[in-house]
């Protein structure tokens, strides 16, 4: 018998989306990057200073593991938690480099941080909990929260206390409903980095609530400049039970396409991880799984491939933050780790620019500096603080100093700043 086709007109589709995608905002940092793509397409030699991934190439060593498991046949599905060897190695890393003590089984291997951290979220929140997200954060997080159903409750810091959450202001706004604290040190898109006497103090506070957990995004953990030192927070006293911790290979050791992420918690979390993760992509490339194994035993802390690219960030934020501070009227807080620099811009917000408009917030700001300099930030708005922007500096030294070259003539062409705030 012949099958017959049904044509369906497209009015006819119910095109409706579920409400859990409808709440979710696309990534702000994702579209400035399109529109300089669009730009430089057209011919303008745009500098994109907005992505968030290092501009080397993943050291030598990592990508011939990668290939060589290519050439040796390690192209099979893995477990779904991730080869053993690679979950033990994750574990010494822990133990020798964070103080921090887990067995293979409370180790979850995932594509990228980014998923560890979604797991994490949806294992462990339902709606009506709030998720307690420190601001300027990292765009996924309010939107991981909205997915899981709860509500993103966001805890506004300021320049002043070099982004970093006050105790107090944590302790103010916790209720019966708060469930997880998303801490994000060296943090994106600050660069700051927590004291360890401050997440004591924090800790303090989190320990009060037995509800209320905490995920520690350390995926930055080795792009840090002395003499600014990372803490983890499970090795915390009384933490360890209470903490999923995230990391990952993307950053420190270039590693972006490789997507290879891994979250550490207690094995009833895990196990909730793991199950969510059976079900959406199993395990993680076994291809990069290798690559990892091979990036960990690089030595502590990644050894001289990693030391070597930290070094070479450390000399470029040195350039941005003097070379910031001579603009008038811009304030910057010096980071302390990741490769990102956050830029407050709102004393010039008011400004009228001819042929342009009115500079009103972080999204005009960034607009006009693609505009008439050519150089592509991330308003501050995305990171949920409109007074500011984010500058990557993942790029080579000279191309930060044309860029701040435009930007600089650029900032001219506005009224003088009003006295900053
Ligand atoms: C703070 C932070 N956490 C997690 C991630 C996710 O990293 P990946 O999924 O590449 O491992 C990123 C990437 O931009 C990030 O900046």
């Given at each position: 018998?012949?099958?017959?086709?049904?044509?369906?007109?497209?009015?006819?589709?119910?095109?409706?989306?579920?409400?859990?995608?409808?709440?979710?905002?696309?990534?702000?940092?994702?579209?400035?990057?399109?529109?300089?793509?669009?730009?430089?397409?057209?011919?303008?030699?745009?500098?994109?200073?907005?992505?968030?991934?290092?501009?080397?190439?993943?050291?030598?060593?990592?990508?011939?593991?990668?290939?060589?498991?290519?050439?040796?046949?390690?192209t099979?599905?893995?477990?779904?938690?991730?080869?053993?060897?690679?979950?033990?190695?994750?574990?010494?890393?822990?133990?020798?480099?964070?103080?921090?003590?887990?067995?293979?089984?409370?180790?979850?291997?995932s594509?990228?941080?980014?998923?560890?951290?979604?797991?994490?979220?949806?294992?462990?929140?339902?709606?009506?909990?709030?998720?307690?997200?420190?601001?300027?954060?990292?765009?996924?997080?309010?939107?991981?929260?909205?997915?899981?159903?709860?509500?993103?409750?966001?805890l506004?810091?300021?320049?002043?206390?070099?982004?970093?959450?006050?105790?107090?202001?944590?302790?103010?706004?916790?209720?019966?409903?708060?469930?997880?604290?998303?801490?994000?040190?060296?943090?994106?898109?600050?660069?700051?980095?927590?004291?360890?006497?401050?997440?004591?103090?924090?800790?303090?506070?989190?320990?009060?609530?037995?509800?209320?957990?905490?995920?520690?995004?350390e995926?930055?953990?080795?792009?840090?400049?002395?003499?600014?030192?990372?803490?983890?927070?499970?090795?915390?006293?009384?933490?360890?039970?209470?903490?999923?911790?995230?990391?990952?290979?993307?950053?420190?050791?270039?590693?972006?396409?490789?997507?290879?992420?891994?979250?550490?918690?207690?094995?009833h979390?895990?196990?909730?991880?793991?199950?969510i993760?059976?079900?959406?992509?199993?395990?993680?490339?076994?291809?990069s799984?290798?690559?990892?194994?091979?990036?960990?035993?690089?030595?502590?802390?990644?050894?001289?491939?990693v030391?070597?690219?930290?070094?070479?960030?450390?000399?470029?934020?040195?350039?941005?933050?003097r070379s910031?501070?001579?603009?008038?009227?811009?304030?910057?807080?010096?980071?302390?780790?990741a490769?990102?620099?956050?830029?407050?811009?709102?004393?010039?917000?008011?400004?009228?620019?001819?042929?342009?408009?009115?500079?009103?917030?972080?999204?005009?700001?960034?607009?006009?500096?693609?505009?008439?300099?050519?150089?592509?930030?991330v308003p501050?708005?995305?990171?949920?603080?409109?007074?500011?922007?984010?500058?990557?500096?993942?790029?080579?030294?000279?191309?930060?100093?044309?860029?701040?070259?435009?930007?600089?003539?650029?900032?001219?062409?506005?009224?003088?700043?009003?006295?900053?705030?």
């Open positions: 018998m012949q099958a017959r086709t049904v044509v369906v007109r497209a009015e006819e589709v119910d095109a409706s989306i579920s409400p859990r995608v409808s709440s979710l905002r696309p990534s702000k940092t994702m579209a400035i990057t399109d529109q300089a793509t669009a730009l430089r397409q057209a011919g303008v030699p745009v500098i994109g200073l907005a992505a968030g991934e290092p501009d080397f190439d993943t050291p030598a060593a990592i990508a011939e593991a990668g290939m060589n498991a290519i050439r040796d046949g390690s099979r599905y893995t477990p779904n938690a991730g080869t053993m060897e690679l979950r033990k190695a994750i574990c010494k890393k822990l133990q020798d480099e964070n103080g921090l003590a887990y067995t293979p089984d409370q180790v979850l291997v594509n990228g941080a980014k998923q560890c951290i979604t797991q994490a979220v949806l294992a462990v929140c339902s709606p009506g909990d709030e998720v307690l997200i420190p601001a300027p954060y990292w765009v996924s997080y309010p939107e991981m929260a909205r997915l899981a159903g709860a509500s993103p409750v966001i506004p810091t300021s320049i002043s206390d070099n982004y970093l959450l006050k105790p107090e202001s944590l302790a103010s706004v916790i209720n019966e409903n708060s469930r997880l604290l998303i801490l994000c040190s060296p943090s994106n898109p600050t660069g700051s980095v927590y004291p360890k006497e401050q997440l004591e103090e924090i800790a303090d506070i989190v320990r009060k609530h037995p509800r209320l957990l905490v995920l520690s995004d995926i930055y953990e080795h792009i840090i400049y002395q003499p600014a030192k990372h803490t983890s927070f499970a090795s915390l006293p009384g933490m360890w039970e209470r903490t999923l911790t995230v990391n990952g290979f993307s950053k420190a050791f270039a590693m972006t396409g490789w997507r290879l992420g891994y979250l550490a918690a207690p094995k979390f895990v196990s909730a991880c793991g199950k993760q059976s079900q959406f992509t199993s395990g993680a490339s076994s291809i799984q290798k690559a990892g194994l091979a990036a960990l035993n690089l030595g502590y802390a990644g050894g001289e491939a030391s070597t690219m930290v070094k070479a960030f450390q000399e470029r934020r040195d350039y941005l933050v910031f501070r001579e603009l008038p009227g811009v304030k910057v807080s010096e980071p302390q780790g490769f990102y620099l956050f830029i407050d811009f709102s004393s010039y917000y008011g400004s009228e620019v001819e042929g342009f408009g009115t500079i009103k917030d972080s999204e005009s700001l960034c607009l006009f500096l693609l505009e008439k300099a050519q150089v592509a930030l501050g708005d995305a990171f949920g603080d409109d007074k500011g922007a984010r500058i990557s500096y993942a790029a080579a030294l000279s191309t930060l100093q044309t860029a701040m070259e435009k930007i600089k003539e650029a900032m001219a062409l506005l009224r003088p700043p009003v006295a900053a705030k």
